[in-house]
């Protein structure tokens, strides 16, 4: 039997976000990208039992099966200034962690910036883009159903996972839904009042402090070092081998030990 679809009717209550589902789209950031550009107000969210085209990080593709995950976007116009979005996905990440944690008792932690990981797989990917001058959109996607012959490995050769996999036998994608905007919210809203409220609880979950890693740069060049903290800024405080404090901003995280 499918999984089942999602409940429109508890979506459209949310203080805050105003919620679309569509059945099928190619994807759920271009939706909003476009809706931004045409002047959308904050809190657009897009929710597709189905995208055709889902795009992930680094121009990879994001394999969205019909109802077995969550693919959803989110417009939000942040009064913060820019130099400070880098934030937006890594406090989504922490937002879908609890989300995922509070609901169902899993630990997720996540792979810097924002891989949500169960047992060190990859349960969701979250994709953040600059729509329009003053817009950022925040794509999601976690998959919930999938058995693993559904799921393809990551193109870093990380393995992916589903909440099913990891044992959630009775998700139900409309409350986990409505869970993470919830946070998402919260999380924003605090962060706008206070930048650095986020620093600490992202610090918290995330998996890769503390690991040897392998970082391929988004000029294909890899380094490899041990990861230190993660700064004000949201980057990633790499020890390299040269023994130098690397501040890296964006880039491939694989942890290697
Ligand atoms: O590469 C990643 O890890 C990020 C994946 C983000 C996928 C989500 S699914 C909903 C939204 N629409 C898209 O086209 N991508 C994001």
């Known amino acids: 039997m499918p999984p089942p679809v999602l409940d429109r009717r508890r979506l459209r209550d949310l203080a805050f976000w105003r919620v679309e589902v569509k059945a099928e789209t190619a994807s759920t950031n271009t939706d909003v990208i476009e809706q931004a550009k045409s002047g959308a107000d904050e809190g657009v969210v897009v929710i597709a039992e189905s995208q055709s085209a889902g795009r992930g990080r680094l121009g990879r593709t994001w394999i969205s099966q019909p109802s077995a995950g969550i693919w959803l976007t989110a417009l939000l116009r942040p009064k913060v200034e820019s130099a400070r979005w880098g934030w937006i996905p890594l406090l989504a990440g922490v937002a879908l962690a609890d989300t995922v944690n509070d609901l169902h008792g899993v630990k997720a932690d996540l792979k810097w910036p924002n891989d949500l990981l169960i047992d060190g797989r990859k349960c969701a990917g979250i994709l953040a883009e600059v729509a329009s001058p003053g817009a950022v959109v925040v794509g999601v996607g976690l998959n919930v159903w999938q058995r ?82 993660v700064d ?26």
């Open 148 to 229: 693993s012959a559904d799921l393809p490995m990551t193109a870093t050769g990380l393995p992916a996972t589903s909440l099913r996999l990891a044992g959630v036998l009775d998700a139900d994608r409309t409350a986990l839904t409505i869970g993470f905007l919830q946070r998402l919210r919260e999380r924003y809203e605090s962060w706008q009042q206070a930048p650095e409220s986020i620093v600490d609880p992202y610090r918290q979950r995330c998996a890769t402090i503390g690991r040897d890693v392998r970082i391929m740069l988004p000029d294909n060049r890899q380094i490899l070092g041990e990861a230190i903290t």
């Open 232 to 257: 004000d800024d949201g980057r990633l405080v790499l020890r390299d081998e040269q023994e130098q404090l690397c501040p890296i901003a964006a880039g491939d995280v694989t942890h290697v030990r």
